[in-house]
T-cell receptor, first 111, second 114 residues
């Protein structure tokens, strides 16, 4: 089976812009979770989608949003980018709610 | 509230030494799941093991072994005869039984010196 894929792998944006990141889960996995990883804060949970519905949400401002499509692919959007949004964004998919399998991540740099 | 603590921020060992990575967790749930992930320099987290709260049996997989002790809320990870390829950041994580949210520790950066 193909693993979790994320696009793009690298992204450079300017403060105030918005960005959309994409994640394709492992075939058959219906749950997709998003994490933000920074050196100072570690891995922080953003949200989880299951069957096109947001099932869990972390403690992030409303500028961070996401959605999931009928084919389980997911996108996350960050509006009005801030310098502090620079991070590695990781997507993970799972089946039956057990171990999560992670993608390679999208490294976002905000200048 | 769920919490995972990895007190060791960085560890350096010489190749072939054994090393243990500590993980302490907090949860009020009676059913929960514990995980270890490896993050090599490439950035992708690699799943290593899952342990259910009702299964305290320790596990060995090659050079890797895990010691789960509910009495001390610990889930420690030992690498025997470490190799340079083991150099990575290792994360311990907890998932409760009410949702699919994972709680990660802050990670332990392991450097194996040749």
């Amino acid at each position: 089976k193909a693993g979790v894929t994320q696009t793009p792998r690298y992204l450079i944006k300017t403060r105030g812009q918005q960005v959309t990141l994409s994640c394709s889960p492992i075939s058959g996995h219906r749950s997709v979770s998003w994490y933000q990883q920074t050196p100072g804060q570690g891995l922080q949970f953003l949200f989880e989608y299951f069957s096109e519905t947001q099932r869990n949400k972390g403690n992030f401002p409303g500028r961070f949003s996401g959605r999931q499509f009928s084919n389980s692919r997911s996108e996350m959007n960050v509006s009005t980018l801030e310098l502090g949004d620079s991070a590695l964004y990781l997507c993970a998919s799972s089946s039956q709610g057990f171990e999560q399998y992670f993608g390679p991540g999208t490294r976002l740099t905000v200048t | 509230a769920q919490k995972v603590t990895q007190a060791q921020t960085e560890i350096s060992v010489v190749e072939k030494e054994d090393v243990t990575l500590d993980c302490v967790y907090e949860t009020r749930d009676t059913t929960y799941y514990l995980f270890w992930y490896k993050q090599p320099p490439s950035g992708e987290l690699v799943f290593l093991i899952r342990r259910n709260s009702f299964d305290e049996q320790n596990e060995i997989s090659g050079r890797y072994s895990w010691n789960f002790q509910k009495s001390t809320s610990s889930f420690n990870f030992t690498i025997t005869a470490s190799q340079v390829v083991d150099s990575a950041v290792y994360f311990c994580a907890l998932k409760d039984n009410t949702g699919n949210q994972f709680y990660f520790g802050t990670g332990t950066s392991l450097t194996v010196i040749p």
